[in-house]
């Protein structure tokens, strides 16, 4: 039931007739904003100055931008799980490739021990702290390195792991060498 004083307040705000607000609230079953929403929609007020939506509109425009940021969501999460399967294709190719080539360690011409490139990789990546000292300390020890396998087995590679080994060689010569002249020398 609409009361006088919802009347006069609508009469107020929307500058109608007694009739007009009646009217309208009684559609909107007392409810003032509806009211003035459903005047503004019959051409009955002007719309506020600078733009406003009627309640529904304001639904509507809602509605599409909920749409829209829904379709960006969604493809948002296509294009993650592309992203995602492209990389677990890719782990997958590497893991392969690291399964089928080797890493070799060598000492006087005799395989000391042939170990899966993943298996140094892994190692390289939870614990290079260790591996890479121990390896270069191996240098030292007379170890030599070498990749063996269809992707791995380059001369290139092995080359210049050769050259490390040399390189440690030669070190490991100069220092027995100064230290022998300063043995005999005291």
């Given amino acids: 039931m609409v009361t006088l004083d919802q009347v006069e307040k609508l009469r107020q705000r929307a500058n109608v007739s007694y009739d007009e607000a009646k009217i309208a609230l009684e559609e909107a079953d007392g409810d003032i904003l509806e009211a003035i929403i459903s005047l503004e929609k019959k051409n ?87 591996t890479l000292p121990l390896a270069v300390v191996g240098l030292f020890f007379g170890f030599r390195y070498t990749f063996n396998g269809p992707d791995l087995g380059k001369d290139s590679i092995n080359k210049a792991m050769g050259t490390a080994a040399n390189a440690a060689e030669n070190l490991k010569k100069e220092f027995k060498g100064e230290s022998d002249e300063e043995n005999s020398n005291s």
Avoid: C
């Avoid at 509605?63 to 948002?76: A, L, P, Q």
């Avoid at 799980?81 to 990389?87: A, D, P, Q, S």
């Avoid at 190719?93 to 993943?118: A, D, L, Q, Y």
């Avoid at 298996?119 to 614990?127: D, G, V």
């Fill in 44 to 130: 009955r007020i002007k719309p506020p100055v600078g733009g406003g939506y009627y309640n529904s509109q304001m639904y509507k425009d809602k509605k599409e931008d909920s749409g829209k940021r829904h379709n960006r969501r969604h493809e948002n999460e296509r294009h993650f799980k592309e992203t995602i399967h492209g990389l677990a294709a890719w782990i997958k190719k590497m893991v392969g490739k690291g399964n089928r080539n080797h890493f070799e360690v060598v000492k006087n011409g005799e395989n000391i021990i042939s170990i899966p490139v993943t298996i140094l990789a892994i190692a390289l990546i939870f614990a290079f702290w260790v």
